[in-house]
C-alpha cells in the first residue's frame, strides 16, 4: 500500500469515526439532556383533555327560591372526529341535520367548524373548543328530533341526541332580574388567554353578566378532565386519567323573589305611566335596600331581556338589539351604570349643608317665583312664589329659590370667582360627606361611579376642555355654532376653572354637571334613615356546597358616616314625611296607611335625542319607609319620565304596598313580605324546587 | 473464461465450512441490527396495521422474507470468486445504468416522495435501482483503479478519469430522479476510493470543491426540486412549516427525545404507536428506537455502526490487494455517510433526504444492497488477508 493510500485511509477512518461519536452526542443531548423537555412536548402531541363541564351552583333568594338553575336540555351534537373520517367530510349528514332541525346548512357548517380551521375575519359562529369535544348545534331540541337521529344512525353518522344541563332562569312569580344575574355563554379568546387571571378549559361555560360573572369562581365548580391518548389520525386509542367533575357551589342571595317581581313591575308600570301622559320614558331603574345594613332586596333596570335566550342560541340580530340605542340599550344596568342628575332628591343633601353654614333649620325663608344671581334670573319650579316658608315645608314643596338665594351667598362668602384659599364649601363638603362621585360598592360588575362637580372636578374639565372653548370657531362643528353656544364657549373659555355663581346654585338643588346612579341615591336616602351610616350594598349573602356546608358568608360593610348630628337626623325625616302629607308626593301617599317619608326628583336634561327633540326630564324618587324606625329604603328613577311625583313616587309607593302588604288603603295581615317586618337571617336549604312563601297555589 | 474453471486453493479451505471465513466480529454486529431492525419495523406497523384493520405482521413478514433473501445474497457476494465478481461487474454496471433510466420513462417508474426511484414488480414489489447502482459503482470503479497498477503504483489521471465516468452515468441519472441523499451517499463513496486508491491529492481536492460547488449550483440553479428545496429550508428552520416537512422532523426529533435514557419499553412508545412520525418503518426508523429503546438502545445501535466501520477499515488495511482495499473503502464510505445522513436527519443535524438506515430500515432493495455490501466485506476478509 502506498504511503497515500495509508494516509487516506487512516484520515477516512478518523473522519468517519468523529461523525458517528458526532452523532452519539446529539443522541446523548436530545434524550438524556434535553429529554424531559422532548417528553413534554411528545404528551401534548399525543394527549387530549376531553373535558366534562361540572354542574353550575344555584343562585336562590334568601329563602331559597331559585333565581338561576339548571335544567336538562336535549343537545344534539356534531362528532367532528366521527364526520371528518367519513368520504365528503360530513356534507351529506350536516345537510339532513340542517333540515331536520330546520336550519340553514351554512350556519350549521359554520359552526362545526373550529375556529383555528376558519380565515380571520370569517371565524363568527365557529366552534371554540376541540375537535374531540361534540359541538352542540342547538341544546333544547325538540324530544321527537332527538328520537329520529338516535334511530336512524345510519343516516346520521357522527350526530348524537344527549341530555345536558343547561343554565335556566325559571322566572318564578314572573321575575326577570336579567341585569342582577347575567348570564353564561362560551368562553372568549380573552378568557381563555388567562389574562383575567384564572384558566379555563375551552369547552367550558362561564358567567358573562351580573351575579353569574362576579361569582363565577363559586358557581362554576371544577369540570371533570379525561385525558385521551391518541394517535396522528386523532383515533383515541388509550385513557390515561379520569376525574370527575365536582359541582359548583350554590349562591344564597340578599333578594326577595316577590320584592324583585314587585319592583319590576312597579318601574314597568312607572314607565308605562310615564308614557301614556306622553313622555318618553326610555328607561328606568328601582333599587330596595335595608336601611340598617345595605342588604339588596330587589334590583330593576328597564328595558331588560330575557336571560334564557343566551342558552337557546342568540341570534346575530338578537345580540345586536341588546345594545341598539334604538332598543334603549337593554344590556345597561341602568341601576348601577344610569347616571342622571339627581334633581330635588339632592336638596336633602343641601339641607345639610345649610345646616353647617349656620342657617336655623325652624327659619322661614322667602320661595319667591325668581332669584336674580348675579345677571342671571333662576326661578323657581314652575316659576311660582310660595310666600314665606319653614325650611320643613320649603323641603316638602321642593322650593328652589331658597336654595338659590342660601347658595349663592355662601358662595360670595367663598370668594365667588376669586375663591378663598380656605372656602368654606358646606355644599360640596356636605355631598362628599354621602360619597357622591365615588362608586357604592355593590357586588354587580360595571358600577359607574358618578360625579361630583366640585371646585377639584371643574379645574381637571377645564384643563381637558379649555383647548375646545378657547378655540370654539376652529374646534365646533356647524350645529354647534348658534349664538347661545358661542356666547358660553366665550365664558367657559375665560373662567371655565371656577366655580360661578350658576354652578353653585345650580348644585344646591341637584342640577348642573353632578351626576348620580339610583343605586347611589339609594345608599344616600338609606344613610339618612338609619341616621347616618353609608352601607355597601350587598346581594351576595353566602356561598354554600353541594352538600349543605357554608363555605363563606358576606359581611354587611359600613363604608363610613354622614356625620350629621341627630337633631338634623330627625329634621331631616320629620321634613322627608311632610313630603308626603303636604309636599309634594302628599298626593301619592294620601291615605297610605304606612307613614313614609321621601323626596322626589324632576331633573332637567339638556341635550336633545335622536328624533331632534328636547330630553325630557329625568323623574326620581327616593323614600324610606317606616318613617320612624325604618327598614327599607326605595330609588325610583325613570329617564325621561316627567314628574318624580306621578312617574317614581306611584312606582315607590307601589313597591311600599308590596313590601307591608297593603292593599287598598288596608294592611291586610299576614300579606306583608317579611315575617316582624324584617328580611330572613337564616340560610335557606338549597332545593332547586323550593317556591316562594304565600304563593297562590 | 477459463481462468474461472481454476480453484484457488481458498476455495478449497473454505469448502469444509460454509461460514469458514467469515468476520465474526462483523458478523455479528451485522446481525444484532438485523434483529433489531425487524423488531422496530414490527413495532413501527403493527399498532397501525392493526387499528386500521390490516395484517399488523405485513411489514414483518415482508422485512423477514427481505432479510432471507438478503442473507442468501450476502453469502453468494461472500464465497464467490472475486475475479468472478470482477467479470460480473460490466454486466451488473449495465443492468444498473438501465434501471436508473427505465425508472425516469414517465408511466414506468413509480414515485415516491417526489423521487421517481421505482420500478413496479409483480405482486406489489419494487426495486429501487439506485441501491444496486452503488454497488456496481463501487466494484467497477475499484475494477479500474486498481487493474493494471502494482501495489507501489499509483493510478493515472487517466485511470481516474476512466473510474469517473463509471460512476458519473448512474450519478447522473439518479441526479434526474431526483434522489440527492442518494448522489451525496455515493459522491462520498467516489471521493473515498479516489482518494484511498492513492491517486494525486488534486484529484481528491478537486473533486472535493467540485461536489461543494455542485451542491450550490443545483441549490441555485433549481436542479433541485423545489419538494428539496423544502426540505433543506425545514432543516435550517424546523418550526417555520407545521404541516410539511419541517413538521416531519420536528415530530422525529420529539419522538427521539421523548425516549428519554431507558426509552419507553419495546411496542410501548405512544408517538410511534400514534404514528406521528411519518416514513416510521423506512427513513424514520430511527425515531421507533429512540422512543422505545431510550439512550441505551439507540446508543447501542450508533455503537454497532462504529463497530462495523471500525472493524471493516481493519479488513481494508489488512487487504493485501489494493481492488479489495478500494471496494472495502467504497463500502465504508457508503455506510458511514448512509448512516450519518439517515440518523442525523432524525436527529436534526442533517437535511431530509430519503435514505434508509442500513440493514435496519424496511424496504427490499436497500436491504438487498447492503448485505451484498456486507458481503463484500467479508469476500475481502477471507481473500485478501495480507
Redesign the interface.
Known amino acids: 500500500m502506498s504511503q497515500r493510500s495509508r494516509l487516506s485511509l487512516i484520515f477516512l477512518q478518523i473522519f468517519i469515526a468523529s461523525l458517528l461519536f458526532a452523532l452519539m452526542g446529539r443522541l446523548f443531548y436530545l434524550q438524556v439532556a434535553a429529554g424531559p423537555k422532548y417528553r413534554d412536548a411528545a404528551l401534548s402531541i399525543q394527549s387530549r383533555d376531553v373535558v366534562t363541564p361540572a354542574t353550575r351552583g344555584l343562585i336562590v333568594d334568601s329563602s331559597g327560591v331559585p333565581l338561576a338553575l339548571n335544567k336538562v336540555g336535549l343537545a344534539i351534537t356534531v362528532d367532528r372526529t366521527k364526520i371528518d373520517k367519513q368520504e365528503d367530510k360530513g356534507v351529506k349528514v350536516l345537510k339532513n341535520l340542517s333540515l331536520l332541525l330546520n336550519l340553514q346548512y351554512s350556519d350549521v357548517w359554520q359552526r362545526t367548524r373550529l375556529c383555528g380551521e376558519l380565515p380571520k375575519g370569517k371565524k363568527a359562529g365557529c366552534w371554540t373548543g376541540s375537535r374531540f369535544q361534540p359541538i352542540p348545534i342547538t341544546k333544547e331540541a325538540d324530544p321527537q328530533i332527538a328520537l329520529q337521529i338516535v334511530e336512524r344512525s345510519d343516516k346520521y353518522p357522527g350526530i348524537s341526541a344527549t341530555p345536558i344541563a343547561i343554565r335556566s332562569y325559571p322566572g318564578i312569580l314572573d321575575v326577570n332580574a336579567a341585569h342582577l344575574l347575567g348570564y353564561v355563554g362560551p368562553l372568549t379568546d380573552y378568557d381563555l388567554s388567562g389574562a383575567s387571571g384564572r384558566s379555563y378549559f375551552r369547552s367550558e361555560s362561564i358567567g358573562k353578566a351580573g351575579l353569574e360573572i362576579k361569582y363565577d369562581s363559586y358557581l362554576r365548580g371544577s369540570p371533570g378532565i379525561k385525558t385521551v391518548i391518541v394517535d396522528r389520525k386523532e383515533a383515541v386509542t388509550s385513557t390515561s386519567q379520569n376525574t370527575k367533575p365536582t359541582p359548583g357551589n350554590h349562591l344564597v342571595t340578599n333578594i326577595d323573589v316577590r320584592l324583585q317581581a314587585a319592583t319590576e313591575k312597579a318601574l314597568a308600570d312607572a314607565v308605562r305611566r310615564a308614557r301614556a301622559s306622553g313622555h318618553r320614558a326610555d328607561g328606568g331603574a328601582a333599587v330596595v335596600l335595608d336601611v340598617n345594613n345595605g342588604a339588596v332586596l330587589s334590583i330593576a333596570s328597564y328595558p331588560t331581556f330575557d336571560p334564557n335566550s343566551f342558552e337557546k342560541g342568540l341570534t346575530v340580530q338578537e345580540a345586536k338589539d341588546l345594545f341598539s340605542e334604538s332598543n334603549g340599550v337593554p344590556a345597561l344596568n341602568r341601576a348601577l351604570q344610569g347616571l342622571y342628575a339627581p334633581g330635588s332628591t339632592f336638596k336633602a343633601v343641601s339641607i345639610i349643608a345649610a345646616k353647617d353654614a349656620g342657617y336655623s333649620l325652624t327659619a322661614n325663608y322667602a320661595c319667591p317665583a325668581s332669584v336674580e344671581v348675579g345677571n342671571r334670573v333662576f326661578n323657581n319650579f314652575e316659576s311660582k312664589a310660595q310666600g314665606t316658608l319653614s325650611l320643613k315645608k320649603a323641603l316638602a314643596v321642593s322650593c328652589d329659590t331658597i336654595w338659590y338665594r342660601i347658595a349663592f351667598d355662601e358662595w360670595l362668602r367663598d370668594g365667588g370667582l376669586r375663591p378663598k384659599s380656605d372656602a368654606n364649601d358646606y355644599f360640596f363638603k356636605a355631598a362628599a360627606r354621602f360619597q357622591m362621585g365615588e362608586k357604592t360598592g355593590i357586588d354587580l360588575p360595571s358600577e359607574s361611579k358618578g360625579r361630583l362637580a366640585d371646585r377639584n372636578w371643574r379645574k381637571a374639565w377645564y384643563s381637558q376642555n379649555k383647548d375646545f372653548y378657547c378655540n370654539y370657531a376652529e374646534r365646533s362643528t356647524k350645529a354647534q355654532q348658534t349664538p347661545f353656544l358661542i356666547l358660553l364657549a366665550k365664558e367657559n373659555c375665560v373662567d371655565g376653572d371656577k366655580i360661578r355663581a350658576g354652578d353653585a346654585v345650580n348644585f344646591s338643588i341637584g342640577q348642573g354637571d353632578t351626576i348620580i346612579t339610583p343605586i347611589k341615591l339609594a345608599q344616600m336616602y338609606g344613610a339618612i334613615a338609619n341616621g347616618g351610616t353609608i352601607w355597601q350594598p350587598v346581594v351576595a349573602k353566602a356561598i354554600i356546597s353541594n352538600s349543605g356546608k357554608v363555605i363563606k358568608t358576606y359581611p354587611y360593610r359600613e363604608l363610613g358616616n354622614i356625620d350629621v348630628a341627630p337633631a338634623t337626623i330627625d329634621f331631616l325625616h320629620d321634613a322627608l314625611h311632610e313630603v308626603t302629607i303636604s309636599g309634594t308626593s302628599a298626593g301619592v301617599f294620601a291615605g297610605f296607611p304606612i307613614a313614609t317619608a321621601g323626596k322626589t326628583g324632576t331633573a332637567q336634561v339638556f341635550g336633545k335625542n335622536a328624533n331632534g327633540s328636547a330630553k325630557d326630564d329625568t323623574a326620581w324618587y327616593a323614600g324610606f319607609a317606616p318613617a320612624k324606625n325604618p327598614k327599607f329604603v326605595v330609588a325610583m328613577m325613570v329617564s325621561q319620565g316627567g314628574f318624580g311625583a306621578s312617574t317614581s313616587a306611584v312606582g315607590v309607593k307601589q313597591i311600599f304596598q308590596s313590601i307591608f302588604g297593603v292593599t287598598g288603603n288596608k294592611v291586610i295581615p299576614g300579606t306583608a313580605l317579611f315575617k316582624n317586618g324584617n328580611p330572613p337571617w337564616k340560610l335557606p336549604k338549597i332545593s332547586p324546587a323550593t317556591r316562594p312563601a304565600g304563593e297562590k297555589k | 473464461m477459463s481462468y474461472l474453471l481454476n480453484r484457488s486453493p481458498y476455495r478449497k479451505a473454505r469448502r469444509s465450512s460454509a461460514f469458514a471465513g467469515f468476520d465474526p466480529i462483523l458478523t455479528g454486529a451485522v446481525s444484532i441490527l438485523l434483529v433489531l431492525g425487524t423488531l422496530l419495523v414490527y413495532a413501527a406497523t403493527r399498532?397501525?396495521y392493526a387499528?386500521n384493520g390490516l395484517d399488523p405482521q405485513y411489514y414483518l413478514k415482508r422485512h423477514v422474507i427481505n432479510i432471507a433473501i438478503g442473507v442468501m445474497l450476502a453469502w453468494g457476494t461472500t464465497v464467490i470468486d472475486y475475479r468472478l465478481l470482477r467479470a460480473y461487474t460490466p454486466i451488473v454496471w449495465g443492468l444498473g445504468v438501465l434501471g436508473l433510466g427505465f425508472v425516469l420513462i414517465p408511466g414506468l417508474g413509480d414515485s415516491v416522495n417526489g423521487a421517481q426511484a421505482w420500478i413496479p414488480l409483480p405482486g406489489g414489489f419494487q426495486i429501487q435501482p439506485a441501491e444496486l447502482a452503488k454497488i456496481s459503482i463501487i466494484v467497477g470503479m475499484s475494477m479500474i483503479l486498481s487493474e493494471r497498477s502494482h501495489?507501489?503504483d499509483?493510478p493515472t489521471s487517466q485511470d481516474v478519469l476512466r473510474a469517473l465516468v463509471v460512476a458519473a452515468i448512474p450519478v447522473l441519472l439518479i441526479l434526474l430522479q431526483p434522489d440527492m441523499g442518494t448522489v451525496f451517499i455515493i459522491s462520498a463513496s467516489v471521493v473515498?476510493i479516489i482518494?484511498?486508491?492513492?491517486a494525486s491529492?488534486k484529484w481528491?481536492a478537486g473533486l472535493l470543491i467540485l461536489a461543494v460547488a455542485g451542491g450550490i449550483v443545483a441549490t441555485k440553479a433549481g436542479i433541485i426540486s423545489d419538494y428539496q428545496v423544502k426540505r433543506l429550508q425545514s432543516f435550517v428552520d424546523p418550526n417555520a412549516d407545521t404541516q410539511g416537512a419541517g413538521y416531519q422532523l420536528r415530530?422525529a426529533?420529539?419522538?427521539?427525545?421523548?425516549?428519554?435514557?431507558l426509552g419507553t419499553g419495546l411496542f410501548d412508545g405512544?408517538?410511534t404507536?400514534?404514528?406521528?412520525v411519518p416514513e416510521q418503518q423506512t427513513d424514520f426508523i430511527f425515531t421507533v428506537a429512540?422512543e422505545e429503546l431510550?439512550?441505551l438502545g439507540?446508543?447501542l445501535i450508533?455503537?454497532l455502526?462504529?463497530i462495523i466501520?471500525?472493524r471493516a477499515?481493519g479488513i481494508?488495511?489488512r487487504s493485501s490487494e489494493?481492488y479489495g482495499?478500494l471496494v472495502c473503502?467504497g463500502v465504508?464510505?457508503w455506510f458511514?455517510f448512509q448512516?450519518?445522513e439517515n440518523?442525523?436527519m432524525t436527529?436534526?443535524?442533517m437535511p431530509m433526504t430519503g435514505v434508509p438506515l442500513p440493514f435496519v430500515s424496511y424496504g427490499g432493495s436497500s436491504m438487498f444492497a447492503n448485505l451484498i455490501g456486507f458481503g463484500l466485506l467479508q469476500n475481502v476478509h477471507a481473500r485478501h488477508r495480507g
Open positions: 399498532n397501525w387499528a501495489d507501489s499509483e473515498a482518494a484511498v486508491s492513492g491529492t481528491v415530530q426529533r420529539i419522538t427521539v427525545g421523548s425516549g428519554g435514557f405512544p408517538q404507536n400514534g404514528r406521528f429512540g431510550g439512550f439507540s446508543g450508533v455503537l455502526y462504529i466501520l471500525m477499515f481494508a488495511r489494493p482495499r473503502t465504508i464510505a458511514a448512516t450519518f440518523i442525523g436527529l436534526g443535524m
